[in-house]
């Protein structure tokens, strides 16, 4: 890397060239910007994709917060606590155990309605290994009605068990912070009923190695 002075006071830089301007190998480098292929660029490009980033975090916030609203999600999230063909897991995929967990968020939002903004249910707050780059983001949070009614559907056939609604640690940006998004515990005998009926709901269907993922993002125009 070299640099050298221009006539408008600012700097101007050469990449993989030692320092020779006549080799220059990946683009100039102006210290106000003026080449977006260089350390400039890639600053720009760094800072961008923060912003984009952080307004998928907000957008996707106010969206599973508004789901905790739905008076429909909220009389089937009572129903799912006490149906014995529904288990929801008290810990996540990671072993991690928080305040929104599947049990703790329904149980949570259940009762809800006396004490909205006390006693929502939460979104988890820790880091893992699936987005290094930033924690699980915290708030508040429920599914959607398109995920409560999926796992309905599924739990009017045989058990079920949810391992995580809006809560856990997920990919970065993951369609369970908006609540477009659940994980169900593997069923060797029912895998291909799970993702035939979450295909027919306008969601797509992932093995996840520890969970088996629905995702309904694209039906709800997020992606």
Known sequence: MGWQSTGDGSLKGWAGSNGNPGANSHGWVSENGGKSGGVA???KDAAKAAVE????????AA?????????????????????????????????????????????????APSNYFTKLPPRSSYKCDKCPTMP???????????VMRYIEKLAANGPVTVNDFAGGCHDCNSPHYAGDAVDLKKDMLRTSEFWVECQKMGGWFFDEGDSLHCDFRAKKGIR
Do not use: E
């Open 53 to 60: 980033s952080a307004a998928q975090m907000a957008k996707a």
């Open 63 to 111: 969206k599973a917060l508004a789901n905790c609203f739905n008076p429909l999600s909220y009389a089937m999230a009572c129903q799912f606590v006490v149906d014995p063909r529904i288990t929801l897991a008290q810990q996540h995929t990671d072993n991690h155990t928080d305040k929104a967990t599947a049990m703790k968020s329904m149980t949570t939002w259940c009762v």
């Open 41 to 43: 660029g890639v600053i």
């Open 136 to 146: 699980a983001p915290g708030g508040y949070g429920c599914p959607s009605l398109t």
